[in-house]
């Protein structure tokens, strides 16, 4: 008896490693390619947060619907994954609060004022180095150390090339983050990889604790992270350096100064870099390629990659096994 190929899905990154996890509890056979290093996901806070995320952009009710659905997937995601998730309050403290407020309140939010803060239990986090590992750790030895450098349609699949051997895949799933299209991919999944606006964001890592839980306020927030805390963060758009950039370090510790209502002892910052994708409505596109059979896209979260993670990973694999899924629609790459 003769096995399928299994679904190739280049790039590990959230929406890489949850779709991979979601197709391999579901019983397909998966292989992950990716060269390792930082990527975004890693460099993130891991907040996953469809309340404060609204709020901040001043989403539509359709995205805040889709962000909530996101969050609720999360609690049994995560314990599927053994993924660490934390339910602890997020704040918001600044002169704008009102409209904060009412943001949340219109979008359907609970959120409630204490000692002049602005509190909401809708939020949670993870820590993206351990959900990472935990979710390495399920797929084992399907993920393979590489770079993808081309790709070509054969038969009812794809042949994927690396430097240094070839995969063949029943289908694949480009889940590349900001990086450019790959060569062989086609034309339409290629423009649409290519017009992901790439946004630099900067973050301070922290080894002493700052706060309890996720402050966040006008220019900064500051969330815990392992025994320490993480300073965040900025959004450059076009920018796709990653290297720290002691201007924007600045701006960003006067802003959390401000937020935390003083500065803290001398602290050392360990400054990183990270380049998140946007679509054009600043959702992701996931779903089937416009083109190329059995091609699938899980790309451009913006800022809510880790948010969206789980919903992403089941909106693809759901295309994948041919059927329609609630957010398909609202996500799939063909809808520009
Ligand atoms: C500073 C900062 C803070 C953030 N905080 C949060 C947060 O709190 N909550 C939240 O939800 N989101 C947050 N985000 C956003 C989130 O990190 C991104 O939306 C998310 O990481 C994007 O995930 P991804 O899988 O699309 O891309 P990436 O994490 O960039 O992963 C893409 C992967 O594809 C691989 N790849 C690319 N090309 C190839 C190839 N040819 N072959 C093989 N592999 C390839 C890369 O090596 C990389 O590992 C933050 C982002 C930044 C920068």
């Known amino acids: 008896m003769t096995s399928s190929p299994p679904i190739v899905i280049v790039g590990a990154g959230v929406l890489g490693l949850c779709?991979?996890?979601?197709?391999?509890?579901?019983?397909?056979?998966?292989?992950?390619?990716?060269?390792?290093?930082?990527?975004?996901?890693?460099?993130?806070?891991?907040?996953?947060?469809?309340?404060?995320?609204?709020?901040?952009?001043?989403?539509?009710?359709?995205?805040?619907?889709?962000?909530?659905?996101?969050?609720?997937?999360?609690?049994?995601?995560?314990?599927?994954?053994?993924?660490?998730?934390?339910?602890?309050?997020?704040?918001?403290?600044?002169?704008?609060?009102?409209?904060?407020?009412?943001?949340?309140?219109?979008?359907?939010?609970?959120?409630?004022?204490?000692?002049?803060?602005?509190?909401?239990?809708?939020?949670?986090?993870?820590?993206p180095m351990q959900a990472m590992g935990a979710l390495s750790a399920h797929l084992g030895d399907a993920v393979i150390p590489g770079r993808v450098i081309g790709m070509a349609q054969e038969g009812d699949g794809w042949m994927v090339r690396l430097e240094d051997e070839s995969l063949q895949?029943?289908?694949?799933?480009?889940?590349?983050?900001?990086?450019?299209?790959?060569?062989?991919?086609?034309?339409?999944?290629?423009?649409?990889?290519?017009?992901?606006?790439?946004?630099?964001?900067?973050?301070?890592?922290?080894?002493?604790?700052?706060?309890?839980?996720?402050?966040?306020?006008?220019?900064?927030?500051?969330?815990?992270?392992?025994?320490?805390?993480?300073?965040?963060?900025?959004?450059?758009?076009?920018?796709?350096?990653?290297?720290?950039?002691?201007?924007?370090?600045?701006?960003?510790?006067e802003a959390a100064w401000r937020v935390l209502g003083g500065a803290p002892e001398p602290l050392e910052i360990q400054w990183r870099g990270g380049v998140r994708g946007a679509s054009p409505d600043g959702l992701p596109l996931a779903g089937p390629a416009p083109d190329g059979e059995r091609l699938f896209l899980a790309l451009a979260p913006r800022r809510n990659g880790w948010l969206l993670g789980p919903l992403v990973g089941a909106v693809v694999a759901d295309a994948i096994e041919g059927r329609t899924s609630t957010y398909a629609r609202a996500l799939d790459p063909g809808r520009f």
């Open 169 to 253: 895949a029943s289908a694949v799933v480009l889940a590349t983050g900001a990086a450019a299209a790959i060569e062989g991919s086609p034309p339409a999944a290629s423009a649409l990889v290519q017009a992901i606006q790439p946004i630099r964001g900067q973050i301070g890592v922290v080894g002493r604790a700052l706060a309890a839980h996720v402050v966040r306020g006008p220019g900064a927030y500051v969330a815990p992270m392992g025994e320490g805390a993480v300073i965040g963060a900025t959004m450059e758009p076009g920018r796709r350096d990653t290297a720290p950039d002691p201007a924007a370090g600045e701006r960003l510790m």
């Open 19 to 127: 779709t991979a996890f979601e197709l391999q509890r579901r019983g397909h056979a998966v292989r992950v390619v990716d060269p390792g290093g930082p990527n975004a996901s890693l460099v993130a806070a891991g907040m996953i947060a469809p309340a404060m995320e609204s709020a901040i952009d001043a989403v539509s009710v359709a995205h805040a619907r889709l962000f909530r659905a996101g969050r609720g997937l999360w609690p049994a995601f995560a314990e599927a994954a053994g993924v660490k998730l934390s339910a602890r309050p997020s704040e918001w403290r600044g002169g704008d609060m009102d409209a904060i407020a009412s943001r949340l309140a219109a979008l359907g939010f609970e959120a409630r004022l204490e000692a002049g803060r602005l509190v909401t239990d809708e939020d949670l986090q993870v820590e």
